[in-house]
């Protein structure tokens, strides 16, 4: 399973998340952005949730999730 979400969305949750611990990544977001690969994808068979604003509805993905596992089965 890997979550994505593009930079926009994931710079909107850190703000919202209001987490002191962020502080660094807001005052400076093109250089925290930098350090981040929002593109990578592991390098083996997953499943990817896509967690934009974007997106389709979560739980329209968790469906489909769970359809494609009872169909194929775990792997």
């Known amino acids: 399973m890997w979550v994505y979400t593009d930079a926009d969305t994931m710079r909107t949750y850190i703000r919202h998340r209001d987490a002191a611990r962020d502080a660094f990544k807001l005052a400076d977001w093109p250089a925290y ?16 949730i896509d967690n934009s604003a974007s997106s389709i509805l ?7 999730l769970i359809q494609t596992v009872v169909r194929d089965g775990h792997r």
Do not use: G, N, Y
């Open 33 to 48: 952005l930098a350090t981040t690969d929002v593109d990578f994808r592991p390098p083996v068979p997953h499943q990817c």
């Open 58 to 64: 979560l739980q329209e993905q968790a469906k489909e």
